[in-house]
């Protein structure tokens, strides 16, 4: 399959793996877009009523675990599902998560926000489980597509993430506006019925893909699931949201403290088990070299993704509150906003492939912990642009709405920085990871997504805490340039060690 050129140049299977990533991101970016809105509206239009800090604080958890996860999914396609089992379970339950959410959005929280608050709480719960087993394995399938050798590979990797960002753009103009605008539960219904979608199209186009992706110790010549498979797939669909039902009604009997001890318990042990599994599979120098930078670049990820995702929680408000959104009579929905660097994505991500491909063949393709300076930078300077806008807006003590164009020019910003880490990190998995744990390093990568969006949910407070501490003033968006450009500083010293770890890998 890596020789057969019908996608862009690249393996037909890689036209399946994009659209239905498209469909799971429109899913998953959907619901996001709506998460802060839903929780701080008020009670009497559907919402919560939540304070904001509460709300970024429930969007960090959620968006930290849906990153957590894809360890266990990782795991589990490596040592018993394969691949494909993996992303059909992930992508029916993460359906019957936003149809649940939908379900909570149409409760009367003025007299049952008990029951509205399970239903939410299980919509998460489920979305969180459904999207680790989802999402480190379609990325796997990608890179299971080329040789390690093959200079398109980064080039595939570009263009599934247009996929991903063609999905984010998508959604909140379709499920944004249908929650925001009409009824919450429209919006997350849209989400639930855009991962449908994703899942018949990859049932259909499976095909596609070869013996890609199918359970362990198959023969070869398979091409397609059978019908035990998908008895195992339903099989485990039902146990995943039976149990979270389980999980939060348990959940809300417990007392703080025994809730911190079985989170406490839950995390040593799966950090033990994964370490286990690393140290079980990786032999050699060299692979044990490679995974070294693997778990180095992740914690450097981690910084890149805290300040990335304040796109769904400080820029949401700041969208809402602090920006002109009127077009004449008409008022333009916050939640478009979100859909910005997903368009840039789709604009800019064939330059930037075309980019590494042109410097490569001239010998100044930057080494992989190099573009991760480069993404950090970007980042940086888009926190800048925003530090001013939002002292543009807050002059004088009266906040005054600035043009939507400081918006758009700080997500540009962060769209160039993106490029220049996200998908290359998600390649650099594939080449790095020792052969029989490249599931198992994937998940590993999320996992340091999933620390930065959980971090991301806290700079605000953080920023807080710090001018009680020193007395002046701490701007969180100011606090988050100068921070992420100390932390490439970092890097960049790093990186000739690094690219020596790497053992000729680039």
Request: charge should be positive; include cysteine.
């Amino acid at each position: 399959m890596a020789k057969e050129k019908s996608f862009f140049g690249h393996p037909l299977g890689l036209s399946t793996l994009f659209a239905t990533e498209m469909w799971e991101r429109f899913s998953y970016y959907g619901m996001r877009a709506l998460l802060v809105y839903f929780l701080t509206d008020q009670l009497i239009t559907g919402g919560f009523g939540m304070a904001e800090l509460d709300a970024f604080t429930i969007y960090g958890i959620f968006t930290g675990l849906v990153y957590v996860t894809p360890i266990l999914g990782g795991i589990l396609a490596d040592k018993f599902l394969g691949q494909r089992k993996t992303i059909y379970i992930g992508g029916i339950t993460m359906a019957i998560g936003q149809f649940i959410l939908a379900a909570s959005a149409t409760i009367d929280k003025t007299t049952n926000i008990e029951s509205a608050f399970f239903l939410f709480y299980a919509g998460l719960g489920i979305l969180i489980i459904g999207n680790g087993f989802f999402k480190p394995n379609i990325s796997t399938m990608v890179g299971d597509m080329y040789d390690n050798a093959d200079p398109r590979k980064d080039g595939g990797f570009t263009i599934f993430y247009m996929g991903i960002n063609l999905g984010a753009f998508l959604s909140p103009l379709v499920a944004g506006k249908l929650g925001e605008q009409v009824a919450w539960q429209y919006g997350f219904f849209a989400a639930g019925l855009g991962m449908l979608i994703g899942v018949i199209w990859f049932f259909l186009r499976s095909h596609t893909l070869g013996p890609i992706g199918m359970p362990p110790k198959v023969k070869s010549e398979r091409v397609r699931l059978i019908l035990k498979d998908w008895f195992s797939i339903l099989t485990y669909v039902g146990v995943i949201v039976g149990f979270v039902l389980l999980v939060i009604k348990i959940w809300g009997l417990m007392t703080s403290d025994v809730a911190s001890w079985v989170v406490g318990i839950l995390s040593i042990v799966g950090v033990g088990y994964i370490s286990f599994s690393i140290f079980k599979g990786t032999e050699g120098k060299t692979e044990w070299s490679r995974v070294g930078v693997i778990v180095v670049l992740a914690i450097f990820n981690i910084f890149f993704w805290a300040g990335f995702e304040q796109a769904g929680t400080t820029f949401s408000i700041f969208a809402r509150d602090h920006t002109d959104r009127l077009i004449g009579n008409y008022e333009i929905p916050a939640t478009w906003f979100q859909s910005i660097n997903a368009i840039f994505i789709v604009i800019f991500a064939p330059m930037f492939s075309m980019l590494w491909i042109k410097l490569s063949k001239r010998n100044l393709n930057p080494n992989i912990p190099m573009k991760f300076v480069w993404g950090m930078l970007l980042l940086s300077f888009g926190f800048v642009i925003m530090a001013i806008a939002n002292d543009i807006s807050n002059s004088g003590g009266v906040i005054t709405k600035v043009s939507p164009l400081w918006l758009i020019m700080v997500f540009m910003m962060h769209t160039f920085g993106e490029l220049c880490l996200s998908p290359i990190g998600l390649s650099m998995v594939t080449k790095l990871s020792p052969p029989k744990l490249v599931s198992t390093m994937m998940g590993v990568w999320m996992g340091s997504f999933a620390a930065g969006n959980f971090v991301a949910s806290q700079m605000k407070s953080i920023s807080l805490k710090l001018e009680n501490m020193l007395g002046v003033e701490v701007p969180v968006f100011w606090f988050i340039a100068i921070e992420t450009t100390i932390v490439a500083l970092v890097l960049l010293t790093l990186t000739p060690w690094l690219k020596r770890m790497m053992k000729g890998i680039s």
